[in-house]
């Protein structure tokens, strides 16, 4: 705890300098996470998003009808959502009252709604949004983002969404911007029975009717690219941890059919995780839902209490699933602890990549410990600044010969190290 929070002020303090450098002038494109807010999106208070999904493998299709809340802190005359324009839009609504579509426009999904009269100060708007078509297709996922289309092991269909660097647009009108979290996400989602969907937050029920399930999940204040669709053949794995603070973490694991053997093996690694993360950074954020873990057709990404999972059940040389470790890390760094714009991705990965010597170190000691710091800069390029001190859109970080790249996870988790070194652990 007392590490944390010498190394939360040098990380905020970061955070805050980028904050006040100048915005960069991007054009908008659909797959353009981050970049700047429009006026009316800083304008409001995202209250809560309810989303329905019904996702048709068959297809490859989903139709979604999204009702988002918004409270004013300015008076404003207009709604702007970010919507991947592949879509097609058959439905918008403001309270209720359809917007005939000479009051509504998607240019380059950066959708504006004219409200039907303005909206004061303090009061509250509903936009409703209904959607449909053949989203995009991620080639390389989890680092090309966008719909896995993947079949298990044993022939079902097997669907999966990472949507970190192209944007929450890919899948639900949003706010596209690591600062446009909705307080409250709740979700239902229909998928052609027998197959499951597991979901952000907590569990509120399934419904059968005509050949298809509808799982609802309701969660608090997920990040932007936080809410993802995972539907397979899964089996559950449910076990509770009970913390050093008092209360009790609900355990769940969504594995493939076949796979019982193995995923008990995972498993059994998330209390010491648990044990870990508690004792050297403090109480589990959410705590109140659970620790979740789905397998997933591609490698992984930190999709708050539902972690996806596809490292195929290896352990690290160390002995233990790094990829398990790293991921859950960012249920502090990434989900509690948000950047304020991707120029600061290195709160993320950093805090992150930092984890896995420092869990060594928790194990076994100092010696492994230093050793796999070793590794980490070994790995290091460093060319480009980690924080350039400009509003960046994610891609721009990862471009090559323009942004940090790995260097925010290597060279973050090495800068932690220094910190920790000149100052100390109080």
Not at 199 to 216: L, P
């Amino acid at each position: 705890m007392r590490l944390t929070r010498c190394l939360l002020a040098a990380a905020l303090a970061s955070a805050g300098f980028a904050a006040q450098a100048g915005q960069p002038a991007l054009t908008r494109t659909t797959s353009a996470s981050g970049l700047p807010r429009a006026p009316e999106q800083e304008a409001v208070a995202f209250e809560r998003a309810d989303l329905a999904f019904k996702v048709d493998p068959a297809r490859k299709s989903l139709d979604g009808d999204a009702t988002l809340t918004f409270l004013a802190s300015k008076p404003i005359d207009r709604l702007v959502v970010d919507l991947d324009s592949n879509y097609r839009i058959g439905l918008v609504e403001v309270d209720g009252k359809a917007i005939d579509a000479a009051h509504w426009r998607n240019p380059e999904g950066r959708m504006t709604v004219d409200l039907p009269k303005p909206l004061a100060a303090g009061a509250r708007a509903a936009l409703r949004i209904r959607y449909a078509g053949n989203p995009h297709v991620a080639n390389k996922a989890p680092w090309d983002g966008g719909f896995v289309w993947a079949t298990a092991p044993t022939g079902e269909p097997w669907v999966a969404t990472a949507v970190q660097g192209e944007g929450c647009d890919l899948l639900w009108p949003c706010i596209d911007h690591p600062q446009g979290e909705p307080r409250e996400v709740i979700q239902h989602v229909s998928v052609p029975a027998p197959l499951v969907a597991a979901g952000n937050g907590i569990a509120e029920g399934m419904d059968e009717k005509d050949g298809w399930r509808t799982y609802h999940w309701r969660a608090k204040q997920p990040n932007t690219y936080a809410i993802a669709l995972n539907i397979g053949p899964y089996e559950l794995l449910q076990g509770e941890y009970t913390s050093r603070y008092g209360n009790t973490i609900p355990l769940r694991f969504w594995y493939l059919k076949g796979n019982k053997a193995k995923a008990e093996g995972l498993f059994a690694e998330f209390a010491p995780m648990l044990d870990f993360f508690e004792e050297v950074i403090g109480p589990y954020p959410f705590a109140d839902e659970k620790m979740g873990v789905v397998e997933t057709p591609h490698l992984g990404m930190e999709h708050q209490t539902i972690n996806a999972y596809g490292n195929d059940y290896k352990k690290a040389d160390a002995g233990y699933d790094w990829l398990l470790q790293h991921e859950f890390a960012h249920e502090w760094f990434g989900n509690q602890l948000t950047h304020r714009d991707w120029d600061d991705f290195w709160l993320h990965e950093g805090f992150g990549s930092y984890m896995q010597p420092l869990y060594l170190q928790w194990l076994r000691g100092d010696m492994e410990y230093m050793a796999a710091l070793m590794k980490q800069r070994a790995a290091l390029v460093n060319k480009y600044p980690v924080i350039s001190g400009r509003g960046l859109p994610e891609s721009e970080v990862y471009k090559p010969g323009e942004g940090p790249g790995n260097d925010v996870y290597y060279k973050g988790s090495l800068m932690l190290h220094t910190l920790r070194g000149l100052i100390g652990d109080e």
